[in-house]
């Protein structure tokens, strides 16, 4: 079972940007789609953005669109969450996710988590 684990959470003045990386804990992402969640307080948990395991496939959630670029670097073991233009309502804990196989965008296709990186943007 592949365990991960997310840095690079912080706070951000509204406009700015922050990289999230997520890497696994003694496995390797091989095979596998990653993808970005985050929840906000009193929220569910929602879909950011997904990565296939070869990069082909991309989905990002519509709020998110043109501000957040998901990527991986699978040489290094790393998925990243590039994210620009931060805004207010992006503020939220954001969690790495994994699932072997093709991209998902629901919580419930991924059955592997990471325990979050708080990400706090001022307006």
């Known amino acids: 079972q592949v365990q991960l684990l997310e840095s690079g959470g912080g706070l951000v003045q509204a406009g700015g940007s922050l990289r999230l990386s997520c890497v696994p804990s003694?496995?390797?992402?091989?095979?596998?789609?990653m993808g970005w969640f985050r929840q906000a307080p009193g929220k569910e948990r929602e879909f950011v953005a997904a990565?296939?395991?070869?990069?082909?496939?991309?989905d990002y959630a519509d709020s998110v669109k043109g501000r957040f670029i998901i990527s991986r670097d699978n040489a290094k073991n790393t998925v990243y969450l590039q994210m620009n233009n931060l805004k207010p309502e992006d503020t939220a804990v954001y969690y790495c996710?994994?699932?072997?196989?093709?991209?998902?965008?629901?919580?419930?296709?991924?059955?592997?988590w990471g325990q979050g990186t708080q990400v706090t943007v001022s307006s």
């Open positions: 990565i296939s395991w070869g990069a082909s496939s991309f």
């Open positions: 003694g496995r390797t992402f091989s095979g596998y789609a």
């Open positions: 996710a994994a699932r072997l196989g093709l991209i998902g965008t629901m919580v419930t296709d991924f059955g592997t």
